[in-house]
């Protein structure tokens, strides 16, 4: 998805996709966040739908009304990669000054080990 292109606007509804553990309507979206209204977001999923970015999930009861629901179908990681490469971004430079700022010893051991397993797999 490195040719994705997103606005502000569709960006932040996404990010509201990407931090729900559940698919959500266009009217949950302006209750989580109260910078978004309804208008803009309606606006936003239409769009989202058109770049295959979110998709509908179920269709669900929201008060006495049954209304579509919605989920991401990429990761922001996926996203965020995407971006990166689109941009001819050095990954090792990146990923150099993010580990300088890691100061979790798990998680440095878990890059450890996520970095040893794909040596193991492009063998």
């Not at 292109?5 to 729900?20: A, I, P, T, Y």
């Not at 996926?78 to 001819?88: I, N, P, T």
């Amino acid at each position: 998805m490195k040719d994705l292109k997103l606005s502000n606007k569709e960006l932040d509804v996404m990010q509201v996709f990407w931090n729900s553990d559940e698919a959500l309507a266009s009217s949950d979206i302006p209750k989580i966040e109260s910078t978004l209204n309804i208008n803009t977001v309606r606006v936003a999923i239409k769009n989202l739908l058109q770049k295959s970015v979110i998709e509908v999930a179920d269709i669900a009861q929201r008060g006495t009304v049954l209304t579509r629901t919605y989920r991401p179908t990429i990761s922001f990681e996926d996203y965020l990669s995407g971006q990166l490469e689109h941009m001819k971004f050095n990954s090792l430079n990146l990923m150099s000054a993010l580990i300088k700022q890691e100061t979790n010893d798990e998680n440095l051991d878990d890059l450890e080990r996520i970095i040893k397993e794909h040596r193991h797999n492009m063998k």
